[in-house]
T-cell receptor, first 115, second 114 residues
Framework: AQSVTQPDIHITVSEGASLELRCNYS??????LFWYVQSPGQGLQLLLK??????LVQGIKGFEAEFKRSQSSFNLRKPSVHWSDAAEYFC?????????????FGKGTHLIIQP | GAGVSQSPSNKVTEKGKDVELRCDPI?????LYWYRQSLGQGLEFLIY????????KSGLPSDRFSAERTGGSVSTLTIQRTQQEDSAVYLC????????????FGSGTRLTVV
């Protein structure tokens, strides 16, 4: 069965500093990988996704993520965070074969931005 | 519509009552998903529809939960005889086609059972 681990429940970063959120997955084959962001009281918004090809993917809002098969990781990065980036971030893995099993989400990382 | 619409946005119900949650997906999206988000528990996959059919209902937490989708569009998630542990945010998402291209989520229904 597929699983996703986000080791950091909370992360605090100063505004303007760089950010890396960790995500490790367990999946038998090449996975589909996603990062979503959730602001308070809102649904989840897709930041970026990886299916195949270039292992460094660019997303919206200046985020990027790198797929490292050898480490089973898909960490999210941003060079310089803004106060508006404060939110909950979810990593997810999905099966290539179809949507019947849905996506498996990590438990999320709560990002706090210090002024 | 332009996005995934869920109603109501908030629902407070008494224990033992039935509730119905509605999801209106993006027009043309054939796949629809329901998730439950509980505090500190992340997102729990409940059920998936391709068109009007749900191939696998084993993700529903108990037999008090049921879901249907009509006309390949609107879906309702029904919880019968609600319990306090059903309190959560119920999220709906839709996508185009089979493959996990990434969902578009609605804003959710926050259910509180008192």
């Amino acid at each position: 069965a597929q699983s996703v681990t986000q080791p950091d429940i909370h992360i605090t970063v100063s505004e303007g500093a760089s950010l890396e959120l960790r995500c490790n997955y367990s999946y038998g084959a090449t996975p589909y990988l996603f990062w979503y962001v959730q602001s308070p009281g809102q649904g989840l918004q897709l930041l970026l996704k990886y299916f195949s090809g270039d292992t460094l993917v660019q997303g919206i809002k200046g985020f990027e993520a790198e797929f490292k098969r050898s480490q089973s990781s898909f960490n999210l990065r941003k060079p310089s965070v803004h106060w508006s980036d404060a939110a909950e971030y979810f990593c997810a893995v999905g099966a290539q074969g179809g949507g019947a099993d849905g996506l498996t989400f990590g438990k999320g990382t709560h990002l706090i931005i210090q002024p | 519509g332009a996005g995934v619409s869920q109603s109501p946005s908030n629902k407070v119900t008494e224990k033992g009552k039935d509730v119905e949650l509605r999801c209106d997906p993006i027009s043309g999206h054939t796949a629809l998903y329901w998730y439950r988000q509980s505090l500190g528990q992340g997102l729990e996959f409940l059920i998936y529809f391709q068109g009007n059919s749900a191939p696998d209902k084993s993700g529903l937490p108990s037999d008090r939960f049921s879901a249907e989708r009509t006309g390949g569009s609107v879906s309702t998630l029904t919880i019968q005889r609600t319990q306090q542990e059903d309190s959560a945010v119920y999220l709906c998402a839709s996508s185009f086609g089979w493959v996990n291209y990434g969902y578009t989520f609605g804003s959710g229904t926050r259910l509180t059972v008192v």
